[in-house]
């Protein structure tokens, strides 16, 4: 359940603690050049002071003490109070100048799934915004996530839905930061793999949890982030530390395997590709170099070659039985076997969709996984 920001009162306007020491004065009788005398201080520190010019150190508000036999401590909490109201107040015209920032982002979408906590006030959701982001300004948010996004991939889908990509991204970094992961490994990265093609054949709630496993033991944070509306994204690869990477995948298309090439693919950025770019994995006509080198990689691993020539080469791909004996076989989910000759045209899409398992977000808990039809 959402978390709800309640109101709170904070005034609009705490007075001056100059304001205090003229009362002070006033009350008491003293004139400011004689306290001035008493405190050793000239008269035009005392006046700037009492005109909001300057501000009560922690030297002067012992000072005070001894004179006017208020405790330092008091001076210098209205001092706080004073400096703390003012930054607060520009705060809040921060924040109000802001708003037309929200519009950029999928706010409503982020209350409703809880990544942020639900409010009314504008000015509250900029705030809680910027917390979600980790970041002081929209101006901040902007530098950072264009030159780690933009920087890699200029499409036009992108462009328009620059906001909800970075929200999606950052939700996976939030989620990946809860996951323990031991310090990066190749070859025990490669070493999960073989171990977590096995998972294909597994139900939902078991496979999951284990891929999560497997791969925090060897370095890389799995995450599944519940795609935002017209971001196009199948999944991600980045690396959040040089000894910590995340794989992001979205369900987008809800088959077992569409999720499970999306995730090898991934896969394949981290053991062949650098740690400085974001791999985002969208709808796009031109596929660059690093894209085909990962769908190699994804398509090799849960399917081997030979086997797979061998098995188009008998013609059994052509009905049910001959696909689920091949995926037996072989040691894979027979959707995947589907997806694959669906992809090289070998069958047509309408065709044994029935083998697939179908994925679907829990609505009781966005983060989990649960098969559905």
Known sequence: MANIVQNEY?????????????????????SQAELAKRMGRPVKTINEIIQKKAAITAETALQLEQVLHIPASFW????????????????????????EWLKEIPIRIMMRRGWIPTCTDKSQQVLEALKFFGVASPEAWRAIWENKVIAYRKSTVLKSNFGAVTTWLRQGELEAQKIECAPYSAEAFHDALIHV????????NFFQKELVRLCANAGVAVVFVQELPNTGICGSTQWLTPTKAL?????????????????FHEAGH?????KRQVFLEMDQKDREEDEDEANAFATNILINRIQWQRFIAQGSYRTK??????AREAGIAPGIVVGRLQHEKLLPYGHCNDLKRYLEWNVEEVHDVSIGR
Do not use: C
């Open 10 to 30: 904070h005034p609009d306007y705490v007075s001056p603690p100059g304001e205090t020491l003229l009362e002070t004065l006033d009350t008491i009788g003293m």
């Open 76 to 99: 210098l909490k209205r001092e706080q109070q004073y400096r703390e109201s003012l930054a607060r107040l520009a705060e809040e015209q921060r924040l109000e100048s802001w708003v």
């Open 197 to 204: 093609r096995t998972l294909t054949i597994e139900p939902v």
């Open 247 to 263: 794989v992001q995948l979205s369900l987008r298309y809800k088959t077992d395997d569409q999720l499970w090439f999306t995730f």
């Open 270 to 274: 981290i053991l062949r590709h650098g």
């Open 321 to 326: 039985v001959g696909i689920k004996e091949f």
